[in-house]
């Protein structure tokens, strides 16, 4: 049971209610959608409700679409990533804000 405990450590509480951005976040959290198996598994724990499904018509395959992030919403807690790495899979990377920016060309703010 400990080793279980310790495995998780890091993931909170599932929030009550959605928060929202307060200030323009140090990372970004991106879902490399190859990788991710649409488990959903992360969703729920996202503070800002910020992880959603991709658009069904995107993919002809897998069945189960992935997940994406909208980027302007997320306040780069991190948790996403923990719950994907220590639940299900590894399919999100926490970006640096300015290389996240130089990367998509698009203005985080
Ligand atoms: S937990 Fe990981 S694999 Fe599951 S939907 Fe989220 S990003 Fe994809
Ligand atoms: S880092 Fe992940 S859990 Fe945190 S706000 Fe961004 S998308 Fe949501």
Known sequence: ??????HLKG????????NIKKKRPKM????DED??????????FCPVD?????AKD???????????????????CQVCARVCTKMTWDA???LNTDIFEANYDLTIS
């Open 35 to 44: 990788n991710c198996t649409g488990c959903q598994a992360c969703v729920p």
């Open 1 to 6: 049971m400990a080793r279980i405990y310790n």
């Open 50 to 54: 910020c992880i959603e499904s991709v």
């Open 11 to 18: 993931i909170p509480e599932l929030p009550d209610t959605p």
């Open 92 to 94: 999100i990377r926490m």
């Open 58 to 76: 995107k993919y002809d395959f897998p069945a189960i679409p992935p997940v994406q992030v909208r980027f302007d919403e997320c306040t780069g």
């Open 28 to 31: 970004i959290a991106v879902v």
